[in-house]
């Protein structure tokens, strides 16, 4: 990935780290204590998959499911990623599917893991968590990626002929301009200084979400720093790079209005099952996904027959054994055992966990016996 300009950083520093009260409110939703014998945060970033033989439907009701366990359970977020042609994923509008999952609880933070700014005007992006904010006051994270969340021909249909490289540099600037909106404080003078997102300050005092910086190189890790933002590494698809970029990050930090000392949360792919069988079958299914994504056949997650069966050549067989060694999976105890290694190892504030496989059931499982496997609290579910 290519950096910005230095005008463009320098507008992202002095707009994004703001001064303002909206940012100093928002950074009560940062921090979050550890639950039962878990040594750090534990949350939740959903892919809304879907399985062969299922529907989205199937998808967006699962993640309903794992949202209000997640919140009986005691895990401290539940995010939503942006993704764009994938028939394997159901999470094109994270914004659309955080309004149905806060309809369906009352204490969970809710987020986007992330919102890919480039696609999108950041006026938008401003309405449309500002309009989260105001159904769910105080519970909405919004955490921004520079890249398209799909491949180059679906981003370039997403921003517009010629735009994919400009609107990736472009992300400086537009980080800035969002920040803006949401704090409806352009200076006089300013070309937008009577553009008001609504909801949002022009209708009075109200709380903000505080944005996070997402990432898988030391691009958004360096910026985040510099701003004194929140950042989250994506080590389940970029297990090499979460040191250094973690690294960079902590190196770069300097305190602002949000927070006076780094945050880091790492995405980790983690799954328990029963048994250490059950656990191998459905991980396999996510790598035959993730392996066909990258050679260019994406699909429904396959089930755990087809991917027992698939006839795996050498090189596949090489990227499925590397990719399911960052994936943190087995029995519970085992489970446990790797989260709290992989915590001590990053120094990570805080887990994301993300759980991919063909069934919705396997899914909200894994996070139940997490949950049990480290003595997280039972709180019984708000009605809706």
């Known amino acids: 990935m290519s950096d910005a300009g230095d005008d463009a950083q320098g507008d992202a520093q002095g707009d994004a780290r703001g001064s303002g009260e909206a940012n100093r409110n928002a950074s009560d939703g940062i921090r979050a204590t550890a639950p039962g014998r878990a040594t750090v945060p534990l949350s939740v970033l959903d892919l809304v998959t879907v399985g062969a033989g299922s529907t989205a439907h199937a998808a967006l009701r699962t993640s309903v499911e794992i949202a209000r366990l997640a ?11 942006e993704h764009h042609s994938m028939p394997g994923v159901a999470s094109s509008s994270p914004a659309v599917i955080l309004a149905h999952l806060a309809a369906h609880t009352s204490r969970i933070r809710l987020g986007s893991g992330g919102v890919m700014l480039p696609n999108h005007a950041p006026l938008a992006v401003a ?190 067989r090489e990227f499925v054994d590397s990719w399911l060694a960052n994936v943190v999976h087995g029995t519970p105890d085992e489970v446990r055992t790797g989260l709290d290694d992989l915590a001590k190892r990053t120094g990570a504030d805080e887990l994301m966990l993300t759980t991919n496989a063909h069934s919705g059931a396997a899914r909200l499982r894994s996070y139940e016996l997490v949950a049990d496997a480290y003595g997280m609290p039972v709180e019984a579910p708000v009605a809706d």
Request: aromatic share 8%; hydrophobic share 40%; charged share 20%.
């Open 71 to 81: 919140e009986s359970r005691g895990y401290h977020r539940h995010w939503v990623a």
């Open 127 to 316: 309405e449309q968590f500002g309009t989260l904010e105001a159904l769910a006051p105080g519970r909405i994270d919004l955490g921004l990626g520079r890249a398209p969340g799909t491949d180059g021909r679906t981003a370039a249909a997403l921003r517009g002929p010629g735009r994919l490289d400009e609107a990736a540099d472009e992300f400086p600037r537009s980080l800035a301009e969002l920040t803006r909106f949401l704090d409806d404080d352009f200076p006089d003078g300013h070309p937008y200084a009577r553009v008001h997102a609504v909801p949002g300050p022009v209708q009075g005092p109200v709380g903000r979400p505080p944005i996070w910086l997402l990432g898988s190189s030391g691009f958004s890790a360096r910026l985040a720093g510099e701003l004194g933002l929140p950042f989250a590494y994506a080590h389940h698809f970029s297990a090499a790079g979460t040191l250094p970029a973690l690294d960079l990050y902590r190196q770069s930090f300097r305190p602002s209005a949000v927070l006076d000392a780094p945050y880091a949360v790492i995405g980790v792919s983690a799954l328990a099952a029963d048994t250490d069988a059950q656990a191998r079958a459905q991980v396999l299914t996510g790598a035959l996904s993730m392996l066909r994504l990258r050679t260019g056949r994406p699909g429904l997650i396959p089930t755990p027959e087809e991917a027992a069966a698939y006839a795996y050549s050498p090189l596949e």
